[in-house]
């Protein structure tokens, strides 16, 4: 009788199986998210300037200090990570609204197109969120993405909100117009960023609704605002 013990079952310690590929994605994706939204947090505090991808790592709880580089790649490349993970559930739900909105004749409808579908999005994100800060910064920072951030999915869903917009005010001269959707763009997202930095620090979450409301019809009263001519009423005689 053969009673080589090789032939048995193996009773000793099996060798430690590494992950599958589905289980290495999972975690890679995972840490990638953190990283993010460690990010956004750190560059909503301190300023984008300001904060390093080592203090980004060690703000995840990455032992690795070059984890950015690894799951992510360069500080751009980060922040335009956070942008993308953004704007498209934005450019999406602006996209529903525009589709229910065409061939409306009132102005707040389109307004609304631009408004509501950002402040319904920062509404459902996990608090204290940052996004609404860093934003904020892009645009008005001209070393940072400030042409990018728009020349995306978003930006082409921004210029269909805007163009039946713009059409109901065609009569006003060009230069109103862009001076307007200046001020529309710095109204909506500084506001936005404010109120977010307010209900970060006082832990008291914002209220989206009412702050999507009161901008909708600020944004209305400067885009049919009429100027003052020169030598009529409000002019110096």
């Known amino acids: 009788m053969n009673t080589d013990a090789s032939e048995g079952p193996s009773t000793g310690p099996s060798p430690a199986r590494r992950p599958g590929p589905s289980r290495r994605r999972a975690q890679a994706d995972t840490t990638r998210s953190q990283l993010l939204l460690a990010a956004e947090r750190l560059y909503a505090i ?45 450019a999406r739900g602006m996209k529903e609204m525009i589709d229910r909105t065409a061939g409306s004749p009132d102005l707040h409808d389109y307004i609304e197109c631009l408004v509501r579908p950002y402040t319904d999005h920062l509404a459902q994100l996990r608090r204290p969120s940052g996004f609404a800060r860093v934003i904020a910064q892009v645009v008005t920072d001209p070393t940072l993405l400030r042409n990018r951030v728009f020349d995306s999915t978003l930006g082409q869903t921004l210029r269909q909100a805007f163009n ?7 009569d006003a001269p060009k230069e109103t117009i862009e001076m307007r959707q200046q001020v529309l763009r710095n109204m909506v997202l500084h506001t936005c960023a404010e109120q977010e930095r307010s209900a970060h620090f006082s832990e008291v979450p914002a209220d989206w609704s009412l702050v999507s409301e009161i901008l909708i019809n600020s944004v209305a009263a400067v885009l049919t605002h009429v100027p003052s001519q020169p030598g009529g009423l409000g002019s110096d005689s």
């Open 46 to 90: 301190h300023g984008i300037s300001e904060v390093s991808n080592r203090q980004v790592a060690e703000a995840a709880g990455s032992a690795n200090n070059s984890a950015v580089g690894y799951y992510v790649g360069t500080k751009t490349d980060l922040l335009e990570a956070i942008l993308r993970s953004h704007n498209e559930p934005i």
């Open 164 to 170: 039946p917009m713009w059409a109901q005010i065609a």
